[in-house]
């Protein structure tokens, strides 16, 4: 046997006993015979360099520290799942889905794992990258922390498609946890708070080598491609474990949500037996083409939902309530608490949320609390123990006044919030508008931080965020810590902030409840700022995913003469506020249409013919309205849908009269 058939047999075999060992958790051969084995292909590789492989079972150690990770774009979104704490939530949730979809199918239920979200690529089965979930649209590639985990195969075998991306959680198993903390302990440092915490911050270490040392796993439990085998979620994650990934056993497929909730039920008892931590149940609709005809929200798919199990809770001493003030003006109460451990972290202070909750539980100063963990993340007051109450104590009395400029508070009919009006005076929600247009999925202006804002609003340099793009240099060196370099930087930064797109533009305006993806979607919609802030409340509730409360906020922000005067300013100034959306399309001539894609197609796949609507200016609806333009339909049209289409008049066109409107 020649050089490189051995070494490609002992890749082949250290492959084969890796997937037995860290997927299949069976063990074919001695650690000894296996170190062996790999000792050997070590040895083989060095002596001959031209046989290398980037994708070789030696390559997992890890390789050189890096800067930074590269920022990429995901290809299809990775969004975040609506949570659930109720089994009157997953009835309605089941509702929701039954009045979207006319024909029969299944629900498919995960574990949820405590974890991080990983998406990677393959193509012609070779792992290209690894992307971490990051704001859902951009993430960072960590291919190289990725291919140290020896659960996640490098190289495929078996038919899998040519490209293709799928998802998972990466964890820390608790046995692999404790030993870590027990090691930490004899070199007499701090243990890892908890699992979740320390798999996340190992996966975004610049060091692959200290990653390679680290026990992560992987779960994958998401595929997603224009190639797929099946329209099923669970036969595709079936046939993906013969292709070498670590597919979760512990899924089931239910036809009814009663199903689903015995799911949930089951694994409430036997969660504390697993050897990962999970927090709750995943509910997923299994049919593919049922998926994306319902279609996501602006933050979630609407055929997928999470059930979270109770968390953990804690008592301690609430010392005082304080309040802190956003940028919009919003007063939020905060628990001051007697430090108390709570889910692997030592908790200080905590959310009461408006009036209406300390109301409710009837919260006061010095009484003893319970708080949780919402959603395991953010804490929060769920319980007073009445029991340990000061019999002095009296009944806390919620703020009239604003706490940083004594403003009289308002609160609109229908808000659990109160507000401080004074927008123009108030020091917090000027600095947080300041913070908020400058911050990195805003204008990304660098050198431009917290600390340097207040120094320039104390000076008197800056009042409205536009006189930002008026300072110079002779302003910036007297700031403390302010050298010429900095300044010069800074300066740079902020003149080449007025290339940054329109969307992100009017994401900076700070307009109250337009986060990025609506930002997006009403730049796309309406083109420039001139057509948006024309734009009364009827016409923006029309825009998908546009609700009466986003539309009223729009509204309200561009009747008031100062933000349109601030705003003239900034397109002077130069900055974008129309949108490159046009160029991207291939002709205008389904523009304003909305249109329903239903049943199945020769040649086309559901997603392929919405994005041609999309490249010819339509837009595309889950469900069929008295708005909708025409339906695409195909073979095996709902039954339901179609007799909407009649009731309403809608007019129902075939794939050959609809490739005629394009072309």
């Given at each position: 046997m020649n050089i490189k058939n051995k070494i490609d047999l002992l890749r082949s075999k250290i492959d084969e006993y890796n997937y037995a060992y860290y997927v299949l958790d069976k063990s074919i051969i001695s650690d000894f015979e296996f170190d062996s084995l790999l000792n050997e292909l070590i040895r083989?590789?060095?002596?001959?360099?031209?046989?290398?492989?980037?994708?070789?079972?030696?390559?997992?150690?890890?390789g050189e520290p890096i800067k930074e990770f590269d920022n990429v774009k995901h290809k299809y979104?990775?969004?975040?799942?609506?949570?659930?704490?109720?089994?009157?939530?997953?009835?309605?949730?089941?509702?929701?889905?039954?009045?979207?979809?006319?024909?029969?199918?299944?629900?498919?239920?995960?574990?949820?794992?405590?974890?991080?979200?990983?998406?990677?690529?393959?193509?012609d089965g070779i792992l290209i990258q690894a992307l971490t979930r990051g704001d859902g649209v951009t993430g960072d590639n960590v291919i190289s922390n990725v291919?140290?985990?020896?659960?996640?195969?490098?190289?495929?075998?078996?038919?899998?498609?040519?490209?293709?991306?799928?998802?998972?959680e990466i964890f820390i198993p608790i046995k692999e946890f404790e030993k870590m903390n027990e090691r930490r302990v004899d070199k007499g440092l701090e243990v890892y708070s908890n699992p979740r915490n320390t798999a996340s911050g190992t996966i975004k270490l610049l060091d692959s080598n200290e990653v390679s040392n680290r026990p992560l796993d992987c779960f994958l439990y998401y595929l997603i491609g224009e190639d797929l085998p099946s329209v099923s979620h669970y036969e595709n994650l079936q046939k993906a474990k013969?292709?070498?990934?670590?597919?979760?056993?512990?899924?089931?497929?239910?036809?009814?949500?009663?199903?689903?909730?015995?799911?949930?039920?089951?694994?409430?008892?036997?969660?504390?037996?697993?050897?990962?931590?999970?927090?709750?149940?995943?509910?997923?609709?299994?049919?593919?083409?049922?998926?994306?005809?319902?279609?996501?929200?602006?933050?979630?798919?609407?055929?997928?939902?999470?059930?979270?199990?109770?968390?953990?809770?804690?008592?301690?001493?609430?010392?005082?309530?304080s309040f802190q003030v956003g940028r919009t003006g919003a007063i939020t109460p905060v628990a001051n608490l007697e430090p108390v451990s709570l889910a692997g972290t030592t908790v200080k202070r905590a959310s009461l949320h408006n009036e209406d909750q300390i109301h409710k539980i009837d919260i006061r100063e010095g009484d003893c609390v319970y708080i949780e963990k919402g959603g395991e993340i953010i804490p929060k007051v769920v319980a007073v123990d009445h029991k340990k109450r000061d019999l002095f104590s009296k009944p806390f009395k919620y703020i009239l006044n604003c706490p940083a400029c004594n403003t009289n508070l308002i609160r609109n009919s229908g808000d659990a919030k109160h507000y401080c009006p004074n927008y123009l005076g108030c020091p917090p929600q000027i600095k947080g508008k300041f913070e908020h247009f400058i911050s990195r999925k805003a204008m990304n202006i660098d050198g431009l931080g917290s600390e340097t804002i207040e120094l320039l609003l104390k000076n008197n340099l800056i009042t409205n965020v536009s006189d930002i793009y008026f300072l110079k240099k002779e302003d910036l060196l007297p700031l403390e810590r302010m050298a010429e370099k900095s300044a010069l930087n800074l300066l740079e930064s902020i003149e080449n902030s007025k290339q940054i797109p329109f969307e992100r533009v009017l994401f900076a305006l700070g307009i109250r409840y337009v986060g990025e993806t609506v930002a997006k979607t009403l730049a796309h919609h309406f083109q420039n700022i001139e057509h948006l802030i024309s734009a009364n409340f009827d016409t923006l509730i029309e825009v998908d995913e546009i609700g009466d409360k986003i539309a009223s906020s729009v509204v309200d922000y561009f009747n008031d003469e100062m933000n349109i005067k601030n705003i003239q300013i900034l397109k002077?100034?130069?900055?974008?506020?129309?949108?490159?959306?046009?160029n991207e399309l291939l002709s205008g001539s389904l523009k304003g249409m909305k249109i329903v894609v239903s049943g199945i197609f020769d040649n086309y796949s559901r997603s392929q013919l919405k994005k041609m609507i999309e490249q010819h200016g339509g837009k595309n609806s889950s469900s069929i309205s008295k708005n909708t333009t025409f339906v695409l339909s195909g073979e095996n049209m709902g039954p339901a849908k179609k007799a909407k289409a009649e009731k309403l008049s809608v007019q129902v066109i075939s794939l050959d009269e609809f490739l005629n409107k394009i072309n």
């Amino acid at each position: 046997m020649n050089i490189k058939n051995k070494i490609d047999l002992l890749r082949s075999k250290i492959d084969e006993y890796n997937y037995a060992y860290y997927v299949l958790d069976k063990s074919i051969i001695s650690d000894f015979e296996f170190d062996s084995l790999l000792n050997e292909l070590i040895r083989l590789e060095s002596e001959n360099p031209q046989y290398f492989d980037e994708n070789s079972p030696t390559q997992r150690v890890g390789g050189e520290p890096i800067k930074e990770f590269d920022n990429v774009k995901h290809k299809y979104k990775m969004l975040s799942l609506a949570n659930s704490y109720s089994t009157d939530e997953l009835y309605d949730f089941d509702k929701r889905i039954k009045k979207l979809v006319d024909e029969d199918f299944n629900y498919v239920c995960e574990l949820k794992y405590d974890g991080v979200s990983i998406s990677l690529t393959y193509k012609d089965g070779i792992l290209i990258q690894a992307l971490t979930r990051g704001d859902g649209v951009t993430g960072d590639n960590v291919i190289s922390n990725v291919k140290t985990i020896k659960s996640i195969p490098l190289k495929l075998k078996g038919d899998f498609p040519s490209f293709f991306e799928i998802r998972g959680e990466i964890f820390i198993p608790i046995k692999e946890f404790e030993k870590m903390n027990e090691r930490r302990v004899d070199k007499g440092l701090e243990v890892y708070s908890n699992p979740r915490n320390t798999a996340s911050g190992t996966i975004k270490l610049l060091d692959s080598n200290e990653v390679s040392n680290r026990p992560l796993d992987c779960f994958l439990y998401y595929l997603i491609g224009e190639d797929l085998p099946s329209v099923s979620h669970y036969e595709n994650l079936q046939k993906a474990k013969s292709w070498g990934f670590k597919i979760p056993s512990e899924i089931e497929k239910h036809k009814t949500i009663d199903g689903v909730l015995n799911f949930i039920k089951f694994w409430d008892k036997e969660r504390f037996n697993l050897p990962f931590e999970i927090d709750g149940i995943v509910i997923k609709v299994d049919n593919l083409e049922i998926q994306k005809e319902i279609g996501f929200t602006s933050k979630f798919p609407r055929w997928a939902i999470s059930y979270k199990y109770k968390a953990e809770q804690a008592l301690t001493k609430l010392n005082k309530i304080s309040f802190q003030v956003g940028r919009t003006g919003a007063i939020t109460p905060v628990a001051n608490l007697e430090p108390v451990s709570l889910a692997g972290t030592t908790v200080k202070r905590a959310s009461l949320h408006n009036e209406d909750q300390i109301h409710k539980i009837d919260i006061r100063e010095g009484d003893c609390v319970y708080i949780e963990k919402g959603g395991e993340i953010i804490p929060k007051v769920v319980a007073v123990d009445h029991k340990k109450r000061d019999l002095f104590s009296k009944p806390f009395k919620y703020i009239l006044n604003c706490p940083a400029c004594n403003t009289n508070l308002i609160r609109n009919s229908g808000d659990a919030k109160h507000y401080c009006p004074n927008y123009l005076g108030c020091p917090p929600q000027i600095k947080g508008k300041f913070e908020h247009f400058i911050s990195r999925k805003a204008m990304n202006i660098d050198g431009l931080g917290s600390e340097t804002i207040e120094l320039l609003l104390k000076n008197n340099l800056i009042t409205n965020v536009s006189d930002i793009y008026f300072l110079k240099k002779e302003d910036l060196l007297p700031l403390e810590r302010m050298a010429e370099k900095s300044a010069l930087n800074l300066l740079e930064s902020i003149e080449n902030s007025k290339q940054i797109p329109f969307e992100r533009v009017l994401f900076a305006l700070g307009i109250r409840y337009v986060g990025e993806t609506v930002a997006k979607t009403l730049a796309h919609h309406f083109q420039n700022i001139e057509h948006l802030i024309s734009a009364n409340f009827d016409t923006l509730i029309e825009v998908d995913e546009i609700g009466d409360k986003i539309a009223s906020s729009v509204v309200d922000y561009f009747n008031d003469e100062m933000n349109i005067k601030n705003i003239q300013i900034l397109k002077e100034i130069g900055l974008q506020f129309n949108s490159n959306y046009d160029n991207e399309l291939l002709s205008g001539s389904l523009k304003g249409m909305k249109i329903v894609v239903s049943g199945i197609f020769d040649n086309y796949s559901r997603s392929q013919l919405k994005k041609m609507i999309e490249q010819h200016g339509g837009k595309n609806s889950s469900s069929i309205s008295k708005n909708t333009t025409f339906v695409l339909s195909g073979e095996n049209m709902g039954p339901a849908k179609k007799a909407k289409a009649e009731k309403l008049s809608v007019q129902v066109i075939s794939l050959d009269e609809f490739l005629n409107k394009i072309n």
